[in-house]
């Protein structure tokens, strides 16, 4: 069975431009979770979904960073303009609602220069 | 407020010795207590929970107890394999059950064989 699945696993852009991340959570599952991981400040939670409604996104760090979930096999992250630091590791996670256990991708690897 | 306070890596350890990696936690209540495991390029997994008091968690040879005494969920390993090398995360999710879960910053662990 095919877990979360993200894209592009890496990514290196130019300060100013727009970056949009890809996720593609596991069928079924009606939760999904944004993650944001770096050295300084580890694994943040940036916004997650509930039957595809946005529930918290109090993590989301400020207006550049927008999160979209149009139906229950897709989200996108989009980050607009994008600043140095934003680089780091993007994870994509989901589960059934509720549910203890959540099934994270391979990350996308961002790098702003 | 309620958060996850984890020892700090890296722990750098010889194959087949024991392992502890300490976790303590703040909240009201109860809260389910987790540990997920990061192996190198890939998104984190659980590795096991405990959702109440003195319940122990285990999985792959890892042990954790639940102690409400002293507020701490601390992940055991009697012989630790060079495969284990990873970076553990501690996590707890709040006493409700839609409450997200909340992630310590994580103990990067090296076995040497």
């Known amino acids: 069975d095919a877990g979360v699945i993200q894209s592009p696993r890496h990514e290196v852009t130019e300060m100013g431009q727009e970056v949009t991340l890809r996720c593609k959570p596991i069928?079924?599952?009606?939760?999904l979770f944004w993650y944001r991981q770096t050295m300084m400040r580890g694994l943040e939670l940036l916004i997650y979904f509930n039957n595809n409604v946005p529930i918290d996104d109090s993590g989301m760090p400020e207006d550049r960073f927008s999160a979209k979930m149009p139906n229950a096999s897709f989200s996108t992250l989009k980050i607009q303009p994008s600043e140095p630091r934003d680089s780091a590791v993007y994870f994509c996670a989901s589960s059934f609602v509720n549910s203890d256990t959540q099934y994270f991708g391979p990350g996308t690897r961002l790098t702003v220069l | 407020g309620n958060s996850v306070t984890q020892m700090e890596g890296p722990v750098t350890l010889s194959e087949e010795a024991f392992l502890t990696i300490n976790c303590t936690y703040t909240?009201?209540?109860?809260?389910?207590l987790f540990w997920y495991v990061q192996y190198p390029g890939e998104g984190l997994q659980l590795l096991l929970k405990a959702t109440k008091a003195d319940d122990k968690g285990s999985n792959k040879g890892f042990e954790a107890t639940y102690r409400k005494e002293t507020t701490s969920f601390h992940l055991e390993k009697g012989s630790v394999q060079v495969s284990d090398s990873a970076v553990y995360f501690c996590?707890?999710?709040?006493?409700?059950?839609?409450?997200?879960?909340?992630f310590g910053k994580g103990t990067r662990l090296h076995i040497l064989p």
């Open positions: 069928s079924g599952h009606n939760s």
């Open positions: 909240a009201t209540g109860y809260p389910s």
């Open positions: 996590a707890r999710r709040g006493l409700n059950r839609d409450d997200k879960i909340i």
